[in-house]
């Protein structure tokens, strides 16, 4: 392996985050739009803290909800965020107040009807945002940006309801909205320039790192990630208990693994009670009411710090359900299972130019998933280990399932010794090129 020097590093997550900012055919002479007044669709976690941040920046906020008991909600959630940083010493008390008096609360989409830019933050149901969309397709007026805040869905299917598909953006903020520094913006395949622009710009304003990227089953950042769940759970599958996972790529350097990170979120997220998923390990679990640490146990057991233990519970329903022995791996063997498939899915996003470079891969993921920094981002990495080793691994792996088949532009860099770092994708593309 390659050890770059922390210099070395830092210079190049200081040129990828500059670079991130370019998107070639936006320049400081494409049209922008004029954005005071936000409306907010939700004011739950996702919209409410979306919402924040616009707040925060000084844009007038009108948030609608179905009732008037969600919206009360939501809004006092709002103000204890805004609280608890100024009791913390962040800003004057009396800033509480003059953020919060920012925001309108409001129960009907149409009275979003005059705002500038609209963002949608309902929960991930394609059919639910298709019909928000297409009232606001009814009630807003021309010119209005009209985006979603999706982490995974067709945004082209989403614009496709409407009649100004040009309108139309993925904005994927990432959770805790109000926390977390970065914003996926997803082009769609009829975004106007002038409405990319606008949002590269907010994006700015409300101090966010942006990265474009282009329309595919979970955008950059989520894509790359499902490859990794993936090959987590095909270890338990083979006997590897979900902490000998997480321990290995907390020796890695991330903070959390896969399931660390599922306790987190909560295993019931698209789980409904009888529901059989793909993932009858977790469906199992959350019929127990191991639902993750907001229970108290998931796949892990939590005690009353929510320090996490090993769980003879979880064990004995991997045992039961997948019938494979108990197995031991060493963790370099885990690791390069987990990371090597997300180096392969980040350059199949770069064949499919569904990202703009592949430093905007690593500026995704040091931003929003907790990627070492001294790695300096999958494809930094990549560069670290060789293009060799990351083929052997994904030859491996794709005899026990071709969906793993290595990338071609993978099997290019290791007969020629290439860069990944250097893979040239020409551009994000959309229809219009």
């Keep these: 392996m390659t050890q770059p020097s922390e210099q070395q590093i830092s210079e190049y997550l200081a040129a990828a985050g500059k670079a991130a900012w370019d998107v070639p055919d936006i320049t400081p002479q494409t049209p922008r739009g004029t954005v005071k007044t936000l409306g907010v669709i939700g004011a739950g976690t996702m919209g409410g803290g979306i919402s924040m941040n616009f707040a925060t920046a ?8 179905t009732t008037q008991e969600a919206l009360d909600r939501g809004l006092s959630v709002v103000r204890g965020h805004y609280q608890r940083s100024a009791d913390r010493g962040r800003f004057l008390a009396e800033e509480v107040d003059i953020r919060m008096g920012r925001y309108d609360g409001r129960l009907s989409l149409a009275d979003l009807a005059d705002c500038d830019m609209v963002i949608e933050a309902v929960f991930e149901d394609m059919d639910l945002k298709k019909k928000i969309f297409t009232e606001l397709d009814r009630v807003m007026k ?13 945004i082209d299917e989403i614009a496709a309801v409407t009649s100004r598909p040009e309108d139309v953006i993925g904005t994927h903020f990432f959770s805790p909205a109000n926390v977390m520094k970065l914003l996926e913006i997803v082009r769609a395949e009829k975004t106007a320039p ?76 698209g789980w409904s009670k ?10 199992a679990l959350c019929e127990m009411d191991r639902r993750g ?3 108290r146990a998931g796949y892990y057991d939590y005690d009353e710090n ?37 180096i392969n899915e980040a350059v199949k996003i770069l064949e499919e130019n569904k990202a703009q470079r592949p430093s905007d891969v ?8 907790g990627w070492p920094a001294d790695k300096g981002g999958p494809m930094f990495y990549a560069d670290m280990i060789g293009a060799g080793k990351v083929l052997r691994v994904m030859e491996d792996l794709s005899a026990e399932d071709p969906g793993f088949a290595p990338a071609e532009t993978l099997e290019k860099l290791a007969a020629s010794s290439g860069k990944f770092t250097e893979i040239d994708t020409g551009g994000l593309k959309t229809a219009r090129d």
Excluded at 58 to 65: L, M, S
Excluded at 327 to 339: R, T, Y
């Design 306 to 342: 929510r320090m996490p233990h090993p769980s003879d519970v979880t064990a004995g329903i991997i045992r039961e359900i997948t019938g494979a022995a108990d197995s031991h791996m060493a963790q370099d063997d885990i690791i390069d299972i987990c990371i090597c498939p997300m």
């Design 58 to 65: 000084g844009y007038q906020i009108r948030i609608v909800e």
């Design 194 to 269: 002038d409405v990319l622009a606008t949002c590269l710009d907010i994006a700015r304003e409300i101090n966010k790192i942006a990265v474009v990227v282009g329309v595919c089953p979970g955008f950059v950042g989520n894509r790359i990630l499902f490859a990794r769940q993936e090959q987590a759970q095909k270890l338990v599958y083979k006997g590897v208990m979900p902490w000998e996972v997480d321990a290995a790529l907390n020796a890695f350097g991330f903070k959390m693994g896969p399931f660390q990170m599922s306790d987190l979120a909560g295993l019931d997220i």
């Design 293 to 295: 640490q907001k229970t």
């Design 142 to 154: 021309p010119g209005a940006i009209l985006a979603t805040n999706t982490s995974a869905l067709d």
């Design 362 to 369: 690593d500026v995704v993921w040091l931003n929003g998933y």
């Design 274 to 283: 009888g529901a059989k998923t793909a993932n009858p390990i977790r469906d």
